[in-house]
């Protein structure tokens, strides 16, 4: 056989390998299953959505979700209204905790979350100000934003969205580089807080509040 022909045939994957990518798949295809099976049964808070890196998602740990939540509550109280911005695990925490007489609402680029009805509020930061609902200036008591990029050109829309939204409180989770745009923006400053990720990110982040907070 010449060289040629060796180099023409196929790439043959180890058994091992093959058996990985196996279970790679047949684990997907099951979070796909018990996706269309919670939907079908209106249990939405039992679904669980994978980050997709492509639009830059990093969830956060369960223990953060749970801090973070037990801050903006204790902030608006029972009948309080929030404003989640790009951090749907804090939603998802909000709705398994908040009492029925408070409101919380997502808005979300990443259409997979309307699922949630109408607490899904489609948005994209390059639109700041356009809404899939009709949502009123100063309409919620606290905004919670986590803006997908790091960057002055996402964090400025961003904080044109909160800043028509918020009657005056304000929490911002974000990398630690972006603190002093954020104080100029939104006149947040750095809690002791420092939120985590179920995954290791190479940038520190830290939760930024422009009121007398827990966090602190």
């Given amino acids: 056989m010449s060289d040629c ?6 790439q043959q994957l180890s058994a091992a390998t093959l058996a990985a990518l196996q279970e790679f798949y047949a684990e997907q295809a099951d979070r796909r299953q018990q996706l269309q099976d919670a939907i079908q049964r209106h249990d939405v808070g039992k679904v669980v959505l994978e980050e997709d890196w ?6 956060y740990s369960d223990d953060t979700a749970t801090v973070l939540a037990e801050e903006v509550l204790d902030v608006v109280g029972p009948r309080g209204s929030i404003a989640c911005l790009s951090c749907p695990t804090l939603y998802k925490k909000l709705r398994q905790v908040k009492p029925d007489t408070g409101r919380a609402v997502l808005l979300e680029f990443d259409q997979r979350f309307d699922i949630y009805g109408e607490d899904f509020v489609f948005y994209d930061f390059n639109n700041p100000l356009e809404f899939s609902q009709l949502l009123q200036e100063k309409s919620f008591d606290i905004v919670v934003a986590d803006p997908p990029y790091l960057s002055e050109d996402c964090l400025t829309p961003v904080a044109e969205t909160i800043r028509f939204l918020t009657t005056g409180k304000i929490m911002l989770c974000t990398g630690m580089k972006m603190e002093d745009l954020a104080w100029t923006l939104l006149g947040v400053k750095p809690c002791a807080f420092k939120p985590q990720h179920t995954r290791n990110l190479g940038n520190k982040f830290s939760c930024y509040v422009n009121y007398n907070s827990g966090l602190s």
């Fill in 5 to 10: 022909e060796a180099d023409d045939d196929p």
């Fill in 54 to 59: 492509n639009l830059s998602q990093f969830w």
